[in-house]
Structure formats: structure tokens, C-alpha cells
């Protein structure tokens, strides 16, 4: 049979033949500047009718269907448009946290998506990704309500192309003790159980960690000794009825299941859209299993990594532009006669140069959120959708998220606001000022409300999507008995030769002191449902002589959810201080990475090199 032909008002004829696929990156557009496209298996000739000779093209496919054909020749290219978008890859999204990232990956790796509006929309599926988030219970009885339990039972038992993520792990299982017991999917023996704290592992289990691979299972396939992104409190357990199902295993505290395999039918505890290129190989195998992925450099993961966290400032500045800024103990202003707010350069650009430079995940907190109705900040939420298209690491937004009424009278709640911000791409939210005033309530009354935003949030999206910032600055007393909150004997003596000192927390960007301690708000918002501590100190902000480890080490001891040190990294050597001195998961720095005085994979190094893990 003749090759396929296609003609070109210029002449120009396309002849189609077979050749293997071929992944290209091209810029399409300014507010889009990169996007994966991938060819068709096809190599395209051209036959210019001033010239016999046949000339290389490429066609491109792109999401939407369309696709471009490349005619390259000695003076220019010509370009024809038509053809079908392979199949869609259909997504169940039960409409709980954020799924954009998935979606974005998926684009990403030039895939077009169709979402399930109703069971038959699961069957009629070529493959189904199914991206669980939140509470256990509250997705099963979507599942049920829905009628797409059903569906999906039908649909994975006849062993049809499946990729459960986190949640759409756990529920394949028999039950989950979350708020149960539960009733699950039940199509593969064991109970989803809670992480033990006991055992002095922070829960939720947050960050990136190794996997062991039991068996082959294809979408797995070099992704052994690389860290992967897990963000979970819950896990199942191995055993021997259910053994034949695991694909891989990881290990914090205990062993518990990170993948499961049956013949077409795979789930994943971790997040592949939120691991870098591993995550990103991952999903490209399952999307296309005949695709030819470049192949992973070799890595040396073994345990739970040490997180860098890269933080982006945001605010306005005089002229109204978002820009990147950095505050010298939260003084964002230079000290020039113009006083103007300084800028380090546009959130989006810095936050995709971070994620190429390995930064573990990126931090956007809008500094003055608290002024302001959060939903009208229309930039910020910009910043989050564009930055969640090209980054494929886990994003954290804070500021102004808080219940609030706006000049119409409408009242939006705090759930509102952090489920804007979900939509929008990010994984987490923090919370810093309204967590304070929902800690000094309860430790008034003693009484959880579940009316704060603390409680409302992660009672939906889980207490792992949610982050308390806490800002407190050192106060320094001769006696410990002169305070009611808990204080420490510091390292170093204060101004007049104070030994002990409490850390009293602040609101409205450190601008107003509460009558509370970072200790006794760290242990409140912790039962209060905070699955992370982003532990600032104002006295050390901006300042580069490293960490308060006096502080960190208190908080760290004191709770079992994770803790991100912060404020006052300067060397590389402040990092791998405050990992061997205290029990930080992570540690974040802002003004040294933007002003290019110390990058992340430095610091990365200089840990790798102190035996600390890391993923690089």
C-alpha cells in the first residue's frame, strides 16, 4: 500500500511513514512557554514541486487534536494542521483537593484527559486514572452515592488499565480505620491502618522517600534507589494475602505497601505528578506503555530525605506588580531614600528556575494576604495555576486564608478560600494568624469547635494538606518561673545577660505579639488537625547567621507532626547544623537562593557529603 499523502496549497506534498516516536519540547506560547509534544510514529517527507529531493518533517500531536506538521526546506517551513489526538486518558476526580497537578502532568506528557461524569463514563474508559485525596470515608460515599463504586469494581476485575493514586490506593482495600471503621472497594485483602507515632516517626508521613521494588510491574521500571513524593497518615500493611498485589514496599517505622500490581491494573501510595522526572517516567509508562522513556541516571535512595524547601515572598509592590521580596527581620523595604519594596524577581519564573535547581518543594506565601480578601487576589492565584504547568514538585501557599466577608456582605469561609487555592495547584496550605487566635480559644475552653479554619480544612482535605506558620520572636527573662510559657536555657546569653527566654508568637506578619508561645501553640494547633509546623523566628530572619536551633529542637521535641525550620540560613553549613542538632524534617531559605549567594544544589551537595540523604 502507498504511503498516505497530504497536499499543500504551496505545492507541497507529505508523504507519511513508519519510524519510532520521537518526544520533543517547543514553545507554544507566552503564558504556556513550554509544553511537551509528542510525535506521532510517523516520519513525514515533503516533495516541493522546485525541488525532488524529499526533506525531513515532524508532526506534532497536541492536546486539543490538533496536530502540526513541520516541512523544513532551504528557505522556510511550511505548516499544515489536521488529525485526531489519540485517546484520552479519562480522570475520576470526586472533587476533593488538588488535582490540578495531575491534570497539568498529564498535559504535560502530551495527553488529552475526559473526566467521569457519570459510571459509564468509567467503563467506556481505555484507562483510568483515579487520584484520590482527602478522607477515606468521605470518598467512599461519593463512590457509592455516585454509583461509580460499582463501575469501578466492574471495571478494574476485568483487569482494564487502572492507576489508583494515594487514596485510590487505599481504597481498593477491605476497610480503613479513618474515622471507621470504613468499608472499601474490598478488592484486595487488609485494613488501612494509621501510622504508630509511637515509635518517634513524625505523622503524617510527608516528604520523599525510597521504594523497594518486590516485582516487575512495568511503570516501575527504574524508578529503584530514586526518592519518591509520599504525603500520607494512613498505609496498609504487607501480608500474605495480599502479597501477590505488592509491587513495591517503603519502609518509615514499619514496611508498608507503596505500589500494587495485577496485570493491568497498578496504584500508587505516593504522588507521581508531585516526583520530578521519577513521577513524571512513572505516568508517561502507564499513559503509554509502548513509549521509549529516556532512562533514569542511577540513584542512591535508601531512607526518608531531608526536604530543601525553596520559599517565595509575595506581594505587590508600589507599582502593583507581584514580584519576589525578602524581609531583613519582615522589613520588606530598601533602605534608600525611594524606601520601595524590594524585589528579587517574578514568582513564576523563580519558582520553575528552583524546581530545575532540585528544590524538594516550593513555598509561595503572600505577606500581606492578611490585609485583604484572599479570593480577589486574582495574581496570586494566577501565579499558583501557572507555576502548577511546569512544576512538578509539591507547591504550599499561605496568607489570608481565614473566614471573611466581603463589601457585598457575602461571606466566604475559610474552606472556601483553601479550596480556591487547591483548584488553583496547590498541594498544602499554611496558615499563620487565624491558627493563632483558634489555639488561644482552645486552650481557653478546652473545647474544639470545628469551626477554625484548622479544624474545617484538614477535616476535608486531610490534616497532611495543612500547615501551621508560626512567627514568633525571642523574649529573654532571667527567671523561668517569671512567665507562665514554656522557656528554655538559650545557647547563647541575651543583651543583658539573660539566660532563659520564651518565644512569643505574633500575627499580621510579626506585626502585633499574642499572649501565647510558639511551644503552646505548636502542641494546640497540632490536635487541632495541623499535619505540618513551618517554624519561623523573626530575630534570625534576613540575618544569615543560620537557624535557631534553640528553638527548633524545642518545638521538634515536643510534637510528633513534621517541622520546617526556618529563618536565617546564610551557608551551606546552617543546613546540615540544624538536621544533626535537631528533629527538623525540613529546612527552608528564601533571600540566599534568590540572590544567587547560595544555590539548592549546593546545600544538596554539602548534605550528601555531611551523610545526610537527600534526593538529588
Sequence with gaps: MDAPALSSSRGVSILLRPSPPLTLRRALSPAKPYSRIKTKPFSICASLSSDSSRKPCHRFSFPNGLFLVLVHDSSSCSFLYGGVAAAAVTLLDYGAGNVRSLRNAIRYLGFDIKDVQKPEDILSANRLVFPGVGAFAAAMEVLEQSGMAEALCTYIESDRPFLGICLGLQLLFESSEENGPVKGLGLIPGVVGRFDSSNGMPVPHIGWNAVQINKDSGILDDIGRHHVYFVHSYRVIPSDANWDWVSSVCNYGDSFISSITRGNVHAVQFHPEKSGDVGLSILRKFLDPSSSSKKLAHGK???????????????????????????????????????????????????????????????????????????????????????????????????????????????????????????????????????????????????????????????????????????????????????????????????????????????????????????????????????????????????????????????????????????????????????????????????????????????????????IEVRM
Design 301 to 611: 535512595a535508601s531512607q526518608l530525605a531531608k526536604r530543601v524547601i525553596a520559599c517565595l515572598d509575595v506581594r505587590a509592590n508600589d507599582k502593583g506588580d507581584l514580584v519576589v521580596t525578602k524581609g531583613d527581620q519582615y522589613d520588606v523595604r530598601e533602605h534608600s531614600d525611594e524606601h520601595q519594596v524590594r524585589n528579587l524577581g517574578k514568582p513564576v519564573e523563580l519558582a520553575g528556575q528552583y524546581y530545575k535547581d532540585g528544590a524538594d518543594e516550593i513555598s509561595f506565601l503572600n505577606i500581606t494576604g492578611f490585609r485583604d480578601f484572599p479570593l480577589g487576589d486574582l495574581p496570586m492565584l494566577q501565579v499558583l495555576r501557572y507555576t502548577s504547568e511546569n512544576v512538578f514538585v509539591p507547591l504550599t501557599v499561605g496568607g489570608g486564608i481565614r473566614d471573611f466577608t466581603d463589601g457585598n456582605g457575602r461571606y466566604y469561609s475559610s474552606l472556601e478560600v483553601a479550596s480556591e487555592y487547591f483548584r488553583s495547584g496547590a498541594d498544602k496550605i499554611s496558615i499563620g494568624s487565624d491558627a493563632v487566635f483558634a489555639a488561644e480559644e482552645y486552650l481557653k475552653t478546652g473545647v474544639k469547635t470545628g469551626k477554625s479554619s484548622l479544624e474545617q480544612i484538614s477535616r476535608v482535605y486531610g490534616n497532611q494538606a495543612v500547615v501551621v506558620s508560626i512567627d514568633p520572636r525571642r523574649v529573654y527573662i532571667r527567671n523561668p518561673n517569671d512567665v507562665k510559657f514554656k522557656t528554655i536555657k538559650v545557647s547563647s546569653p541575651g543583651p543583658s545577660g539573660e539566660e532563659y527566654a520564651w518565644y512569643q508568637c505574633t500575627i499580621n506578619g510579626g506585626r502585633e505579639g499574642r499572649p501565647i508561645g510558639a511551644y503552646e501553640l505548636a502542641k494546640a494547633v497540632e490536635e487541632l488537625g495541623a499535619g505540618e509546623i513551618l517554624l519561623n523566628c523573626i530575630d534570625c530572619d534576613g540575618q544569615g547567621q543560620g537557624f535557631d536551633i534553640d528553638l527548633i529542637k524545642l518545638i521538634s521535641d515536643a510534637v510528633t507532626i513534621p517541622v520546617i525550620a526556618s529563618s536565617g540560613a546564610g551557608a551551606v553549613q546552617h543546613f546540615s547544623d540544624v538536621f544533626r542538632k535537631t528533629s527538623a524534617s525540613a529546612a527552608l531559605a528564601a533571600g540566599i537562593f534568590h540572590r544567587k549567594e547560595v544555590s539548592i544544589s549546593s546545600v544538596k551537595k554539602h548534605l550528601l557529603q555531611e551523610g
